[in-house]
């Protein structure tokens, strides 16, 4: 299977990154290489296996439901590019 | 005084306890020789004021005699692992500034049995890369270079700044993490041991993740005791991570030297590669010897899906990736660039902040994972998973004890060498570890020899779970074996 630019800037999109036109085309024949790559997978006979969903079986541990953390909003948004009044500030998001 | 950064760890701990030199002469032994190794540009950031304050503070419990297994012992920290106050940028621009307000697990495990922090070291961005080639701030040299030769070689990745630092005796043991071989083939590509423990032994706390299922942290150090040493230290059961097992850390160290007599070792015919260099297979052959004569039985098995282990990993890698990358819009930490609308702002900051490999993966993880593709790609992945999985799981039920193989296809190669247009070049670097990722076992790179050019070549060893003991047990007969390999000084 491939991918055409189009469907490059489709997938893009999706993950929010803006490609240039003479990016997307470069992007188009690495993501062709790599999707070449892989398609020997489908040489591979996987009727009835399970796919992996943990490396090792286990049941994932639950912790008591108490608060054990909070209130460090300063340093929750120490790092924010552009905050105030312990928000993160944004460009609008509705209009 | 001898050159303090020619101890090993376990030498310098001996010498800290018979008082031969203090930790605060340790630690400011290794910023001299940091300052000194630039050009290599290991070091991402130096926290020198930090250093000599945690080897004061090391200096007091050593003279009241409270000290704690790794007291001022200078190590370095790759940038994945946030460090409390301290950049934390996992080698990418779109990090900017980036400060944690925490510290991870695992280094926290360091500081508390009294290790010094030098500073953090270079990685490939995102720990996306074989070479350290794709780090925002340039690539790390190898302190390894060709007989007769000044080019500047890669010292492999994505942990380079770690494996380079460790063979350049600028720090005395270095942290570093493991995806599809980020540990073990830059330790084999410097001459140094590296170890990826079993998945879930470590805990991934407050270490930037790139593929949540496969990540998982190790030590990189001078020999195989330094490196059961760091382990020890690293490793723990952590409420914060719900991966992480329960179960109790050996004593690592107390297997280093113990008898390997009777111990089964496998040898799959699958990793003899159609071309494999002549001189990686003859290595193996001296492995395969070296352990003979050590007591260990040989035999022959087959994993059938090892060819399979490489496409998967780059349809399961990139696909967690696409989703632990998404956080990284500009609006939290990091860079943000500005745009007409929020979606804008998130489009132009990733643009600007993702190196080209990283975009690369994340696309491919994207497209992997969306609707149509997502049962043709990354379900089959994972059922292939099952199947890598199980091929090393009928090995050990045979009564396998560990698995050699080669770590790498070939020694260093040249910074930019690799710079073509296809990037699968630079995957099949990665081609005999991945597997080890796949299956979440544990597996360590020890050196073996050197090639025809003068550098460095590593064998790789496979474990059963949680059975890191026994690697570190075969490990240290090879060491034993092959001796010890140390680069030149030309910088």
Known sequence: MSVDTATVRRVARLARIKVSDEEAERMTGELNSILGFVEQLDEVDVSDVEPMTSVVAMTMRLRADVVTDGDVAAKVTGNAPMSDDDFFMVPKVVE | M??????????????????????????????????AARELNAYVVETPEKALAMAAASDARIAAGEARALEGIPLGIKDLFATEGVHTQAASHILDGFRPAYESTVTNNLWADGAVMLGKLNMDEFAMGSSNETSFYGPVKSPWRKAGSNMALVPGGSSGGSAAAVAARICAGATATDTGGSIRQPAAFTGTVGIKPTYGRCSRWGIVAFASSLDQAGPIARDVRDAAIL???????????????????????????????????????????????????????????????????????????????????YIVAPAEASSNLA????????????????VDMYENSRAAGFGAEVKRRILIGTYVLSAGYYDAYYLRAQKVRTLIKRDFEIAFEAGVDAILTP??????????????????????????????????????AVPAGLSADGLPLGLQLIGKPFDESTLFSLGAVIEQAAGRFAAELWW
């Open chain 2, 327 to 342: 956080r990284y819009d500009g609006v939290r930490y990091g860079l943000r660039v500005p745009g007409s609308d929020i």
């Open chain 2, 407 to 444: 770590a790498t296809p070939s020694a260093a190669f040249g910074i930019g060498e690799k710079a073509g247009a296809d990037p699968v070049e630079m995957y099949l670097n990665d081609v005999f570890t991945v597997t080890v990722n796949m299956a979440g076992l544990p597996g360590i």
């Open chain 2, 2 to 35: 001898t050159d303090l950064t020619a101890l090993t760890i376990a030498e310098a701990r001996k010498g800290l306890a018979g008082k031969d030199f203090t930790a605060t002469e340790l630690t400011k032994a290794y910023l001299a020789a940091m300052a």
């Open chain 2, 231 to 313: 382990l020890k230290s690293m490793a723990s059961v952590d409420l914060k991570d719900s991966t992480s097992v329960d179960l109790p850390v050996p004593d690592y160290e107390a297997a280093v030297g113990a008898s390997v007599k009777g111990m089964k070792i496998g040898i799959p015919k699958e990793y003899r590669l159609d071309g494999i260099a002549a001189e990686i297979d003859g290595l193996w052959q001296k492995g395969i010897d070296w352990l003979r004569e050590a007591g260990a039985e040989i035999v022959e098995i087959s994993l059938p899906h090892t060819k399979y282990a490489l496409p998967a990993y």
